[in-house]
């Protein structure tokens, strides 16, 4: 009898574990209008990422990561120079807009609003 219950008990655990939203997933999107350059660096010191992610001619991108704990992390592109910071946060999805040739103008939204 016990022996069933602690089946039962792990196959119970293996289910709820693939039904629960526990993802170490973070899901970046966004749109650059103005940006002349085709890709941008997306990066964070803490998780020791840093990745190079395609612009599309409309100025979207999409990236993701697996991260292990939250971090600050970075977008940069070339041309024009452009900067923004982001927290990067397992089992979260963040968009971020800007005009590149304003850093003043990022807006980012997603999860944490």
């Known amino acids: 009898m016990n ?3 602690v089946v039962l008990g792990t196959l119970f655990l293996i ?8 993802s170490n ?7 650059l209008d103005n940006l002349k350059s085709e890709y941008i660096t997306i990066g964070s010191a803490i998780s020791k990422i840093q990745d190079t992610v395609y ?3 409309d100025g979207s ?6 991260l292990s704990k939250p971090s600050m ?14 927290l990067f946060i397992k089992g979260t999805e963040s968009h971020l807009t800007a005009d590149a040739s304003d850093m003043e103008s990022v807006v980012i ?3 944490l609003e």
């Open 3 to 5: 022996r069933y219950l």
């Open 15 to 22: 289910l709820f574990e693939s039904c629960s939203n526990n």
């Open 25 to 31: 997933t973070f899901t970046l999107t966004g749109k």
């Open 55 to 57: 612009v599309n001619e």
């Open 61 to 66: 991108f999409k990236y993701q990561t697996e």
């Open 73 to 86: 992390g970075y977008i940069v592109s070339e041309n024009p120079q452009f900067f923004a910071m982001i």
């Open 109 to 111: 939204s997603g999860d």
